[in-house]
């Protein structure tokens, strides 16, 4: 195979460089035509994979310029430009591009409307990283502005940056991925979120991610549970492998030295600032608010059995229910105080997330 680049003008006049090594004249051998990007009246192919530069397959994608071009500067400088190599195979020009041909595939798939949409509807799909992760990738690259506005926000939505956001998005997790055998996933992989972030420089994405990531065990159980979910820690690099368990110590220090102890602070507060009709009363709701926290509050280990902030959850709902389960200390509470502690443990949750990058030492990062 002879050898052909094309090198078009970026707009600022630097000369940015989408092809490394083509395949010569006429089409490659190995040329393995996508079935769902090669249309008959495309002016364009497409070419990735190894073969375009060395050994191994060669993919096309027969398409038209004019889409590329709407969407990306950097395509549409190229196409105004000569094909001086003359590589054409059935009438069209080929372009021959040094990027993940799974990558390039995601892209155009993305922008005929040729993928499927579940996994940018359902909130945290398994597949949404997969569908997504190819079109941001290349859109960053060649300055496609449009598909990173639409994209990045599915991404967002999945690993928001505020508290309600998450907590939103939990409520929503849970009702639709509840069903799932033994040994199966349907949930996003944190891991996956975080390395495409990182690839991004998306840092809004980084704190609910990596907060996902530091509850999840980082490779595949041996006999997995029901409901057991975990992450592929070969996806995260060591750098993020060092962040992940430097946050995971942190986070268990300020649960056990910040959080648990501020709470408990509150309670003689609470009782003093609620209307109690007797001092009696009063004094009841404190010392048997401050024993039911005292057996209450989990330990650092359940935590992250099913996250802080969910465990904190299941100490409110157990506040603000009816009827307290298999705790006598409660017939000694009023509601008002098991309300107001409720209240109370809410701020010590909004509290720990906004402090999610500090935990996690995200602030550090050499982002924008």
Known sequence: MSSSTSTPQHPQGKKRKLADGAAGSGAPTALIRDERVWFADGNVIVRAGPGCTGDGPVYGFRCHSSVLAARSPVFADMFQLPNAAGDRFEGAECVDLPDDAEDVRGLLRYLYGSIDMQPLIILRHADTLKVISGPLRLAAKYDMESVTRELVPVLERDWPLTYDAWVHAEKGVRLLHSDVPPGEQNHQDPAAAVRLAMDLRLRAVLPAAFYGLSGLATRRPLRARAHE??????????????????????????????????????????????????????????VNLAKWWARAHPTAAHMYSIGPLAALKELRDELESEVPDHDETFEHVCRACRRAFSGELEDEARTFWDKLPELFDLESLPFE
């Open 229 to 286: 979910r975990w992450a592929d820690g070969a996806l995260l690099t060591p750098a993020d492998v060092a962040r992940l368990t430097i946050g995971r110590e942190r986070v268990a220090r300020y649960l056990q030295d910040t959080l648990f102890r501020s709470a408990e602070d509150e309670i003689h507060e609470i009782a003093e600032e609620v209307y109690h009709s007797r001092e009696r009363e009063r004094d009841d709701c404190a």
